[in-house]
């Protein structure tokens, strides 16, 4: 892991109460909706982008908006960080 990443990875943990140093374990299922949504949005955010055959579905089609209109709400320093 290069410097950058690892300390871009610790960043983001302590954003969520997270540590870095917490046991290096490589799978553990937790019922954690922000991670699962969050990996699902990207998912169909990706699909969109790509324009995959599923691209006109409403879910699909609505990301990109979505994601924007997620964007306007943030502060400038939370767009920069």
Not at 13 to 33: C, D, M, T, V
Request: glycine share 4%; charged share 20%.
């Amino acid at each position: 892991m290069t410097r950058f990443t690892r300390a871009a990875a610790c960043v983001l943990l302590a954003g969520y109460g997270l540590s870095s140093a917490a046991p290096a374990r490589i799978f553990q299922f937790e019922a954690n909706e922000f991670w699962l949504n969050l990996h699902h949005f990207l998912y169909v955010l990706g699909r969109a982008e790509a324009k995959t055959r599923d691209a006109s579905r409403s879910a699909v089609a609505r990301a990109p908006a979505d994601s924007e209109s997620g964007l306007q709400i943030l502060t400038p320093h939370e767009r920069t960080v």
